[in-house]
């Protein structure tokens, strides 16, 4: 029985690496023969988002659009087209949302900006609100013999 369960730990120490890395979703057909030219594609498949999935690179998705890219960009590189060129041709076919990491410009300054402005105005909205809370109240003006006399009345003495 002891010797199973240093069995079980020695497989799950030596799995342990396996794990870190994720699964990539290229299948064996869409490897390019060229080694350099199969890195830059998984280098800029990393960088392409997938339509369907959308928080994950065409390099990790299953979706068969995913594969598809992956595919036009394979296709791209081998008709001798550079990174830049690769990414250019699918971002004017699928616009700017193909990128995992949109580029800056007027079409995406919202998206890089908001977070800093929310963060900015809600240290100045905290700030505000801190400052009105630290003013005392306006003193009142002294009571006036006749509102003395009321509020004795009132308070039944």
Do not use: H
Request: include cysteine.
């Amino acid at each position: 029985m002891r010797r199973t369960g240093s069995w079980l730990v020695f497989i799950a120490v030596a799995m342990a690496p396996l794990a870190a890395d994720p699964v990539r979703a290229v299948q064996p057909d869409e490897i390019l023969s060229d080694p350099k030219l199969e890195a830059r594609a998984r280098v800029l498949s990393r960088e392409l988002r997938c339509m369907v999935c959308q928080n994950q690179s065409i390099d990790d998705s299953d979706a068969p659009l995913a594969r598809d890219l992956r595919l036009l960009v394979r296709e791209r590189l081998v008709a001798g087209d550079s990174d830049d060129k690769v990414i250019a041709f699918l971002t004017a076919r699928y616009g700017e949302f193909v990128l995992l990491k949109p580029r800056f410009n007027w079409s995406t300054a919202l998206l890089w900006l908001a977070p800093g402005a929310l963060v900015i105005g809600g240290i100045f909205g905290i700030a505000m609100t801190m400052r009105r809370r630290r003013t005392a109240p306006v003193a009142s003006a002294p009571l006036t013999e006749d509102e003395k006399r009321r509020l004795q009345e009132l308070v039944g003495r």
